[in-house]
């Protein structure tokens, strides 16, 4: 087991295969300190780095500068009102309206496993065992278990916390964060994703100035705009080499993720549901979850970090049968109809799709009640026979032998305010009463915080699935929340809606995995607003973005795989002029682009050009090809047009070296020049690969160590946004 409490030091010892983690509990009030966390160290007397016997030392021999003390001491979990103003991790009201809260160590345990955390997303079959960490506030009796479970092998540390109502007297949590983390600040960089619709994660690296510098979200989900995750990157770290921090939270609703840089030049990581808006009611007995919060530490810059967090995603997260399964190839009709389609136009596209080796159909957004438009019918999911006349199972079995699978979208979290539903019930729209909600998108949220919305949502999917063959499920959710109100909630609980929320759709789709455990879901939030690793415990992919043109899909593929396995990526080829951006690229760097992710077309595949059209069966059996690799393979970045503005390459390795995927666009063409050098990486140096260009056919065998040190030619080609696979093998 890879986590110890060593006697002869006092110290708690967690080791990956790379990294350490060490915790020292000091003075008689036994205050929780963090004593390191970076690049694997021997066990060893380590707490001096503490400095505890430096002033303001700690208050059993110097109680005059206790506040002081507090200030600056790294506390594994900061307390709130007594005199650290750091950023707390954890805050609580009594009964008398006062606030303070030291946690201080009372004990602890060390489990072989990792325990789960009710109605939570969380990582699962860890195989360094799990620290926690007991701690209490004696005054307030409360009770705060801080868990720390071991990822060995992904070089990952999970942090949750618990905490309990251990008292007689009611409490109120104002706040409770996942984790909170004290270092020394050495030349560090913050690094986060930032965006909006149609460009999410886009990377984002700032120096760390003093104060509190954060990213969040009070939207209710985790949001287009920013991202619950950030990087600590030394300022000379690259892809390759340097020291980054990684942390990412396993949540998807509000949050918070901040670095502090204090007056001592300490930096304070704090990650967690945000605290504005926050509160829940703590009766005695009663506990409190916190999400869990994912940390790593490479000393093989960037890409170290990504692949870490790869590794403990899709093998340690996402539960999924598809999790290891090659996706089947889709078709989504929404750009190619939005919505305006019927039996005959579905099938029409089925067909074509069929014969070029496409197989799967999703019915996008339309087809159901009245929906013409985006004004109406959500909430009533029966089939809008007029468009679809025998309904589902009709439609499904012409589809089916066609010899394609069938799937359907569904927004099961939304009403419209001109449906039959919200005819019914009013009241099941998020609300403040006596005052109109803020519509978005002409729809209102329904409220999931109530158990019989939740029954009647979830009972439509249900009832959709089971009506017909439908094997796959687009998850849509359109709108973020605004006008918070619930009559399930009296008035000083209304903090715990937006957490109440996100359990609820958490739970909803739990039902899902239960009763139909071979679906195929996909999570989607106008576009990737909802792309985070809480929504990846549900669903082995997401949809990324709506923005489908294959540059700026560049963009946004590159600072989500910063987090997250390219397996959870969905990814499709569109039409031209691109409807999001109005660029032209060619068909085949679209299907490049696409192949990064979980590939799939979403276009009207019956106006294609002869050319487009005969270019489609290639696309697929590339997928294929390449699929299981690109699944499962290690993720090297090597250039970015975010930064170059001139063009992309990243490659997957498969884990044994054995085979490799280059993708590499030339975004912009170049006069005059020679071709560009590319320096792979994560090849066996040791190898002979047989490098075979894709699109040409062309082989040569190259040793790894001469790909990694000096390179490959991409010729320059005539004409922008032009793309180029290499496919390695290694020569046996
Ligand atoms: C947003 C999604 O991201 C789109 O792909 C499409 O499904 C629309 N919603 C439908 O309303």
Known sequence: MSVRFLEEYGLFWLDTAHTSYVIKVVDEERFPGHVYYGKKIRPQDAGYLLRTEEPPFVPSRNNRERAAFYDQFPFEYGGNGVGDYRESAV???????????????????????????????????????????????????????????????????ARSVIIRNAGERPLFLEKA???SLDMDAADLELLTLHGGWGKERQIDVRPIGYGRQSVGSLRGETSHQEHPFLALKDRHADQNAGEVYGFQLVYSGNFLAQVEKSQMDSLRVVLGIHPEGFGWELAPGGEFYTPEALLTYSDQGLGGMSRAFHDVIRDHLIRSAYRDRVRPVLINNWEATYFDFNTDRLLSIAECAAKLGIEMLVMDDGWFGRREDDSTSLGDWTVNEEKLPGGLKHLVERVNALGLKFGIWIEPEMVSPDSDLYRAHPDWAIQVP?????????????????????????GCVASVLRSANIEYVKWDMNRQLTDLGSVSLPGRRMGEFSHRYVLGVYEMQERLLRDFPDLLLENCSGGGARFDAGMLYYSPQIWC????????????????????????????????????????????????VALAGTFGYELDITGLSPEERDAIPGQVALYHRFAALIQQGDYYRIASCAENHEYDCYMVVSKDKKEALVTYVQVLARPNCRSRMIRLKGLDPDAVYLVERVERGETRLIGGDLLMEGGIALRSVPGDFRGQLLYLKADE
Do not use: W
């Open 177 to 179: 964060l996942s984790m």
């Open 545 to 592: 973005s709506d923005d489908t043109d294959a540059i700026e899909r560049l963009k946004i593929q590159e600072g989500t795989a910063l987090a997250y396995p390219l397996s959870a990526m969905g990814a499709h080829v569109s039409a031209c002029p691109n409807h999001e951006v109005g660029r032209v690229t060619p068909f085949e760097t679209r299907g490049y």
């Open 434 to 458: 006596g005052r109109e909600p803020t519509r978005s998108r002409n729809q209102y949220v329904l409220d999931l915080t109530r158990q019989e919305v939740r029954d009647y949502a979830y």
């Open 91 to 157: 805050a609580v009201e009594d009964e008398n309206g006062c606030r303070a809260t030291m946690p201080l160590f009372t004990g602890y345990e060390i489990l072989p496993k990792k325990p789960g955390l009710p109605g939570l997303p969380a990582t699962f079959d860890n195989d360094g065992g799990t620290l926690i960490l007991h701690c209490g506030d004696a005054h307030l009796g409360l009770e705060v278990d801080l868990l720390f479970s071991v990822f060995e092998r992904e070089d990952v540390i």
